[in-house]
């Protein structure tokens, strides 16, 4: 069973992401859905169904009905940690593949700055009170020692590889108009920034932001018949673990199963067997950078123990062999976290059409995203792949 290429995106739209004090969600969904609408060429009243994102921003399909003012249609709110996004996206994907509706919209939202969520510390579910919460970048921070220390990094080599991941993000952001930081961050400041949870500086954190983007789907053999550019689905994957690195011993913090089994699945989906050679381009989940590190490995980027010779060798830099986030990623975006993956599809979209502008990656044939929300040992992981034929 696959998704692949029953399905196509006509049209999309994201906002800029930021600190957006003058607008609320349903400001930003407004924004997100008309840019998309428009791009298709369609209006509000030939979208058949909804599916929106959100993680922290509103209660049920009211929060969407009600600002675009959707004239009794259904509406599917999702969250799912920090898969919400591509998670929606994957729904309405299926709806329209399997003949439900034939034009859907997969949209996601976020409002941080204001709600005095900052994603550092998540309330757990009722339990019997001994299961710790750490923030995340305590959880992340765990990833940094323990890759070092496996494949022999001393701390200034390893410190040197998380800042060069984090120097490639902004440098890619500052091309990037929808950024919430356009700025290009030198090595040095990377280095020396200040220590949240060691080894992890500010800089190697990504930011809190608001955002929206949206997504409409269609049925693989209309697409042209709305967008004369569409760009196909092949492959959609949500994992979600069984919490195993919380209960083992042997977890070593050097790799996260989640995203190594979406991927796998993923690859499956898509008929694709060497993804460092077939995949042209990814946005990847850079919470933190060690996070993106590691990823490498587990989307078989990297072997094994490589990846960190990898960023150094400028492997997925935006002109390198493999560039990942070219976007700028969620360093320079900073991370709502119900739009995230429907950003990240944004991204994809452009590359793919040939209008990501001075960022433009030269003929990409196919594009991954990849969302990680969770803890590296207690996670969720979604992974989609998108191609232009």
Not at 28 to 52: C, F, H, K, N, S
Not at 140 to 169: C, H, M, Q, W
Not at 306 to 329: H, I, K, M, S, Y
Request: proline share 6%; hydrophobic share 40%.
């Amino acid at each position: 069973m696959s998704i692949r290429d029953k399905v196509a995106i006509v049209g999309m739209g994201c906002t800029r992401f930021g600190e957006h004090w003058d607008k609320s969600a349903g400001d930003m969904l407004v924004d997100a859905a008309y840019q998309a609408l428009e791009d298709a060429g369609l209006t509000p009243e030939d979208i058949q169904a909804y599916w929106l994102g959100s993680c922290a921003s509103g209660w049920a399909g009211i929060s969407l009905s009600e600002p675009l003012k959707i004239q009794y249609k259904p509406v599917t709110r999702i969250e799912n940690f920090c898969a919400t996004g591509t998670d929606a996206f994957r729904n309405a994907c299926y709806a329209v593949a399997a003949g439900a509706y034939d034009i859907a919209m997969a949209i996601g939202v976020e409002k941080l700055k204001d709600s005095g969520y900052s994603g550092l510390v998540i309330t757990p579910p009722p339990g019997d009170g001994t299961a710790p919460n750490y923030s995340a970048p305590a959880a992340f921070s765990l990833l940094a020692p323990a890759y070092f220390n496996k494949y022999g990094l001393d701390p200034e080599t390893g410190k040197r590889v998380l800042a060069r991941i984090a120097y490639k993000n902004h440098k890619n952001g500052a091309l990037n108009p929808k950024a919430q930081f356009r700025k290009e961050v030198p090595m040095e400041k990377i280095l020396n920034s200040p220590i949240v949870a060691a080894p992890l500086g500010v800089m190697d954190c990504s930011g809190v932001a608001d955002g929206s983007a949206a997504a409409i789907i269609v049925r693989a053999e209309d697409a042209k018949k709305y967008n004369k550019n569409p760009i196909y689905v092949k492959a959609l994957s949500v994992v979600c673990g069984p919490g195993h690195g919380a209960m083992h011993q042997d977890f070593d913090f050097t790799s996260i199963r989640e995203t190594y089994y979406a991927g796998l699945d993923a690859y499956r989906q898509a008929g694709i067997t060497n993804p460092r050679k077939e995949i042209s381009m990814a946005e990847v989940h850079d919470c933190f950078t060690p996070t993106e590190l590691v990823i490498y490995e587990d989307l078989g980027f990297s072997e094994r123990g490589r990846a960190w010779q990898d960023v150094l060798n400028g492997v997925f830099d935006l002109d390198g062999e493999l560039p990942v986030n070219p976007d700028g990623g969620l360093k320079s975006f900073g991370h709502p976290i119900g739009a995230s993956g429907l950003r990240m599809l944004y991204e994809m979209y452009l590359q793919l059409r040939g209008q990501a502008g001075p960022r433009q990656i030269d003929n990409p044939k196919l594009g991954l995203t990849h969302n990680l929300g969770g803890f590296p040992w207690e996670a969720v992981c979604s992974v989609c792949i998108v191609g232009k034929e």
